[in-house]
């Protein structure tokens, strides 16, 4: 068979991605109808740049969940004679599998392609959660310690200082090292990250039901009990029905970033509760004599959105290439993982001769990155304009 | 001031304390000491031998003890054998640094650093070596990038909302989109490869003599530094740190440019340049003073990336290679200079932005 020419392969790709294709315009159809009815999101489309931004975000969104449907082939399997082919090579005997290595074959003669779509579901698995589980620390950390002021200001801003002065790659070698799996480190650490989220959901649902306690136990009390499921399984992987679970390498890798972009959402939320505090509605929820914690949660937060919006999408960003970063030096991942960062890592011993195993996933990664510094810029444009 | 400068030095004292025992208990946790046992008594020691080697390597004894004898406020511990010969940690860092004289106590602050398993030689040289390395590459980024993004900065915000500002702005959002290890990868595959990009293209007609335009590996560079092996390092650091000054830049200036001496001066008939050269800049680059001190830890992670993409063995190549092999006394110590190079910037962008600004300085 012959050798693909570029056309082809870009037309054979845009094939390959036809369920993204539907699903982006479904969701665009539908968001341009309904845009004056979305609140902000529906701004989102008034804004060219904030629209290619959440484009581009969605295409890899969708390409994570429809990857099953979009990969050529096995990312992990080997087939003979394809080592470092070019974009386009047909496979010798295909037997009935997809006839061509659409972005050519990598060093050991896996689907660059299949790779590089499969390593979008693994970046888009842990890169958003970090990113909230990080929001949440740094809101409850931060809302009180902007609010009340005092020691605990004192005290939370110097623990938040110390993390930040850790050069972020160092904190990443020592935390992320095959020996700290063994050890209680990463477990306790998790231990303690991920019970924050579920005490920031009762104490927000807490102040704001606390007068209607039927409300209040059926919401909270769901909280605790969803909430400490998936804390099992998830922290000390002993879930009792086995659904939520996480590999030690990926419980290891999630906390090491969550712990790098915590102190940063923290010290955002901090000065913006010093900013908000002093206004007027705030200090009528006082004079109504609500709690500390409904004024923090139901009159802070709420007004703090914007800005936090804005900063959730850069820091999905930002801990992609922090995952790529991790992935680049081998650290946290299993060597066959077709992430990013360690993609381009494989790829990038060969790069002078034979590029494209390492030029597509650095593609990839910073077409995602842009897309969310693009809608952040966007939605930030569109949220001054009010 | 003088006050504000000793409670800054002394939350910094208190940082470097608490984050030097961080380090030091995550590199020596019992796994990594395990490790560090097997490779220098031999990868098959039984169990029993490796606890026997850590004892008598000092290994055995209280976490906090140990640290206190690496930063040397505690005395090294001794050990008489049975023939009478005394070792200990103070005799063997005096070993290492070559000196007759053995003192009480050795650690960091009496400058014993000890002895790198993965170079073969004192830490100290290593470190000093590999530091003026890193300065060197150091030095060629901030030259390269600071003009580069005041410039695009003070453009793009001069004018806010036009076109120039626009595509600036749209320019500065893709570099700080790109990581090194993206921005790397694509600056070899269009100029140092040897089948692809520009190389072959400008070959085949001649105009260059080797198979690259760029060198694709710096090692070259420790000896001589060319454009040709020292451009691509640097421009992959100064692209991703230009970005983020550029922004703060860009944000700072609109911001001067509304205020209300800008429009007296352009209501007095002064030029634009004039406006722009003469009243708005200097207002203008009191944020990205900060954040371009604040910059520097940050371009430490570009610095461990680049070195090894470009296998320059500076200070970054240095942290990887001891991180990657277990080489406890080095990492410490490459972390130590790490820890105290973002303490002194995060001080000195403090202390700059006080003196910098006239409101705050007076106050």
Redesign the interface.
């Known amino acids: 068979m012959e050798e693909l020419g570029w056309l082809a392969i870009f037309g054979r790709m845009a094939v390959q991605f036809l369920p993204v294709w539907v699903a982006m315009a479904l969701v665009f159809g539908l968001s341009i109808t309904w845009r004056r009815r979305l609140g902000l999101y529906g701004k989102l489309f008034d804004s060219t740049i904030g629209m290619i931004g959440f484009g581009i975000v969605i295409f890899w969104l969708f390409t994570a969940v429809f990857a099953d449907l979009i990969i050529t082939h096995d990312p992990l399997a080997q087939v003979s004679q394809m080592r470092n082919v070019v974009p386009g090579t047909p496979l010798p005997n295909p037997d009935g599998r997809y006839e061509y290595y659409l972005l050519g074959g990598d060093s050991i003669a896996r689907d660059v392609f299949s790779r590089m779509v499969m390593g979008a579901r693994e970046v888009l698995r842990i890169a958003p959660f970090a990113a909230m589980i990080s929001f949440m620390i740094g809101i409850a950390l931060g809302l009180p310690a902007g609010y009340f002021g005092g020691r605990l200001d004192t005290g939370l801003t110097f623990v938040a200082n110390l993390v930040l002065a850790f050069p972020v790659i160092l904190l990443f070698f020592l935390l992320v090292a095959p020996e700290i799996q063994f050890t209680l480190i990463p477990t306790v650490m998790a231990g303690v990250l991920f019970l924050v989220p579920i005490l920031f959901l009762m104490v927000l649902l807490n102040a704001r039901f606390f007068t209607q306690p039927g409300k209040r136990n059926l919401y909270v009390g769901g909280v605790l009990v969803f909430g400490l499921w998936a804390y099992s399984g998830l922290a000390f992987n002993a879930d009792p029905l086995g659904f939520w679970g996480i590999s030690p390498n990926i419980l290891n890798v999630f906390v090491a970033v969550v712990f790098v972009n915590a102190p940063t959402v923290f010290r955002i939320v901090r000065g913006i509760t010093l900013d908000i505090k002093t206004r007027d509605y705030v200090a009528a929820a006082q004079t109504r004599g609500e709690g500390p914690w409904y004024i923090m949660m139901w009159e802070i937060l709420p007004n703090a959105r914007g800005p936090l919006i804005v900063d959730f999408c850069l820091r999905i960003g930002y801990t992609t290439i922090l995952l790529g970063t991790l992935g680049f030096f081998g650290l946290g991942v299993s060597p066959e993982s077709p992430d990013w960062g360690s993609t381009i890592n494989d790829g990038r011993r060969l790069l002078t001769v034979y590029p494209h195993p390492a030029l597509v996933p650095a593609f990839s990664l910073m077409s995602l990155v842009l897309g969310l510094n693009l809608l952040a810029d966007g939605l930030r444009e569109e949220s001054l304009k009010d | 001031m003088l006050l504000f400068l000793l409670r800054r030095i002394g939350?910094m004292l208190l940082?470097a304390l608490?984050?030097t025992f961080?380090?030091f208990y995550?590199?020596n946790?019992?796994?990594?000491l395990e490790?560090l046992a097997k490779t220098q008594a031999g990868s098959r020691i039984s169990d029993a031998e490796v606890a026997s080697w850590l004892e008598r390597n000092g290994y055995a004894r209280p976490m906090v003890v140990r640290y206190g004898e690496w930063l040397g406020v505690v005395p090294g511990w001794t050990r008489a054998d049975a023939e009478g010969t005394v070792t200990g940690r103070c005799y063997r860092l005096a070993a290492v640094e070559g000196e007759a004289y053995v003192p009480e106590r050795c650690g960091l602050l009496q400058g014993y650093w000890g002895n790198s398993t993965r170079f073969r030689a004192p830490v100290s040289d290593v470190i000093t070596a590999r530091l003026g390395a890193t300065g060197m590459l150091m030095a060629w980024v901030l030259i390269v990038m600071v003009p580069m993004a005041l410039v695009v900065g003070v453009m793009a915000g001069m004018r806010e909302g036009s076109r120039t500002d626009r595509s600036l702005?749209?320019f500065a959002?893709?570099s700080?989109?790109?990581?090194e290890?993206?921005s790397g990868?694509?600056l070899?595959?269009l100029l140092?490869?040897?089948?692809?990009?520009l190389s072959p293209l400008l070959s085949s007609w001649g105009w260059i003599d080797g198979p690259?335009l760029f060198q694709?590996n710096a090692r070259s560079a420790m000896e001589q530094i060319t454009f040709w092996n020292f451009a691509l390092p640097v421009m992959t650091i100064a692209l991703y740190g230009m970005g983020y000054i550029a922004r703060i830049t860009r944000a700072s200036m609109t911001e001067v440019m509304t205020q209300q001496y800008i429009r007296t001066a352009r209501l007095k008939g002064v030029s634009f340049t004039n406006i722009v050269l003469r009243h708005a800049l200097r207002n203008a680059l009191i944020a990205p003073f900060t954040v371009i001190m604040l910059q520097i830890?940050w371009l430490?992670?570009g610095v461990?990336?680049v070195e090894?993409?470009f296998s320059y063995p500076g200070f970054?190549w240095t942290?990887?290679e001891a991180?990657v092999n277990n080489d406890i006394e080095l990492?410490l110590a490459?972390?130590v200079v790490?820890?105290v190079v973002?303490?002194l910037t995060?001080l000195i962008s403090d202390v700059g932005y006080v003196w910098l600004n006239p409101r705050i300085r007076i106050s």
Do not use: D, E, H
């Open positions: 939350v940082t608490c984050l961080v380090v995550l590199t946790l019992p796994a990594k490790t702005s749209t959002i893709a700080t989109a790109t990581p290890y993206v990868v694509f070899i595959a140092a490869s040897s089948t692809v990009g690259v694709g830890p430490l992670n461990v990336v090894v993409l970054g942290l990887f991180a990492l490459a972390s790490a820890v973002v303490l995060q």
